[in-house]
């Protein structure tokens, strides 16, 4: 089978990389793809707005099957696009939900009410649009802190803020809703009840009926170790998480993914795909935080790794309505990985740095998201630039693996936290929130 994947990122070479493992992959194009996609596939320009461009590449490369990677363009509805194409709608299967669904992850407000109709465990909220700035700054008022604030659109990562000062929260409210941060992803914004527990992501694949649940992983968003500094768009991941106990994990079958692909296909919304949970353990059950319509970066590039399953045959088991039938299998070990940004990220940072020391790496994987060729030589191209994932009999040892790679890697301004899952080590229950008890009315 042909096969053609979206995105560019390290999430995208990291799902290059497993597909090409499959006997029943043929060809494998990517677009735009990376340097790093190319070791396992071809790079294919394209433009996903151009309708007759995306449909001559489907049928001259003989696709039978797209896998997006990022949510920006099932928000934008690629699925639907293809699904009505009378060319190409008998032709192709999408990995990747429609639009309506993908609106899990574009509106924040949206994927809150529809948790409530379907009786998920979530934080209570209020949502604000921009004629509503007074009253927005008036509900901090009925707000304990921390303050947690959510623009409601895509943001790439970075529309969350959480701030235990009353003035940072009341600045961030007017940088969103009065002024011009974060653009149209800000035109309604949420202050969300602050819930204190570990955070945790787990991952499941649906064909719209049945779903399997993926290894669960833990992400690390700020730039800064101890969890200080802006977030990102994610520093480093380790899977598995030691809390996430098959007790813990069975409340997040039963309560949370249950009831979402139930309330799904309750409501006509058909859903193929990945679906990410994010979650926070709050005293040993899980309440969702958020939707994600697609893997998880970087928590791809350590669940992905642990998947002895053959990917393409999950893919086959969506297109043909059988996931059900399917297996699902895990390696026990431990896999961490830390991503290697460039100076100044998540703010302004140079580009063109040349990357030296990947032929040194052993016994770890290195995935490539924010790189280019220039002269021959791989250079930086991007914030996060590349994410070194190894394997350990335990947590501890895929740390020191995955560190001890990572030094071996080096370009201007390389930056990274140094503690990525140093936190599960020392008490995997500590970790998380302060205070909660915000007294917001669900909407």
């Keep these: 089978m042909n096969v053609l994947l979206i995105g560019g990122g390290g999430r995208e070479h990291a799902l290059a990389w ?13 677009t735009p793809g990376n340097p790093g996609t190319m070791r396992h ?3 294919v320009p394209l433009d996903l707005d151009d309708p007759r461009a995306l449909r001559q590449l489907i049928i001259d490369k003989r696709i039978r099957m797209v896998v997006v990677g990022p949510e920006a363009p099932l928000a934008g509805g690629l699925h639907d696009r293809i699904a009505a194409d009378p060319q190409l709608k008998d032709l192709v299967t999408v990995i990747g939900p429609v639009a309506a669904g993908a609106r899990l992850e574009g509106s924040k407000e949206f994927a809150k009410e529809f948790m409530i109709r379907h009786n998920i465990p979530t934080a209570a909220f209020r949502a604000f649009g921009r004629d509503q700035l ?10 304990e802190s921390p303050y947690v604030i959510k623009a409601d659109g895509l943001a790439q990562g970075k529309g969350v803020v959480i701030t235990s000062d009353r003035q940072e929260a009341e600045r961030v409210l007017k940088d969103m809703l009065g002024g011009n941060a974060l653009g149209h992803a800000a035109d309604r914004v949420l ?28 992400d690390y968003k700020r730039i800064g170790d101890g969890d200080t500094g802006p977030n ?9 998480v030691p809390f996430a106990t098959k007790e813990f994990m069975a409340k997040v079958h039963d ?3 249950l009831p979402t692909i139930r309330g799904l296909h309750s409501e006509g919304i058909p859903y193929q795909g990945f679906l990410f949970l994010g979650l926070i353990n709050v005293d040993g059950d899980p309440f969702l935080i958020e939707y994600n319509v697609r893997l998880g970066d970087p928590e791809a590039q350590v669940i992905l790794p642990r998947l002895r399953s053959d ?8 297109a043909t309505g059988t996931l059900s039938e399917r297996h699902v299998d895990v390696d026990g070990r431990a896999c961490v990985s830390v991503v290697l940004a460039s100076e100044g990220y998540p703010g302004k940072y140079a580009t063109g740095k040349p990357i030296v020391g990947l032929d040194l790496v052993q016994g770890a994987h290195v995935f490539q998201a924010g790189t280019a060729e220039e002269g021959g030589r791989l250079v930086t191209h991007g914030g996060r630039v590349l994410c070194v994932t190894a394997f350990g009999k335990d947590i501890e040892h895929a740390i020191l693996n995955a560190y001890t790679n990572t030094a071996l890697i080096d370009f201007e301004g390389k930056t990274h936290r140094s503690d990525i899952g140093h936190d599960l080590l020392r008490d995997p229950a500590s970790k998380g929130g302060g205070g909660s008890g915000v007294k917001l009315g669900v909407k």
Excluded: C, W
């Design 18 to 30: 497993k597909l090409a493992q499959s006997s029943m992959l043929d060809e494998l194009y990517v």
């Design 41 to 43: 596939g071809r790079n």
């Design 134 to 143: 007074p009253e927005a700054i008036a509900q901090l008022d009925h707000m």
């Design 191 to 218: 202050l969300e009840q602050h819930l204190s527990g570990t955070e945790v992501s787990a991952f499941l694949i649906t064909d719209g009926q049945a779903f399997k649940m993926l290894p669960s992983a833990k």
């Design 232 to 240: 990102t768009g994610g520093m480093g991941a380790v899977s598995p």
């Design 255 to 257: 309560r949370i993914a």
């Design 311 to 318: 990917l393409m045959d999950l893919f086959e088991g969506i």
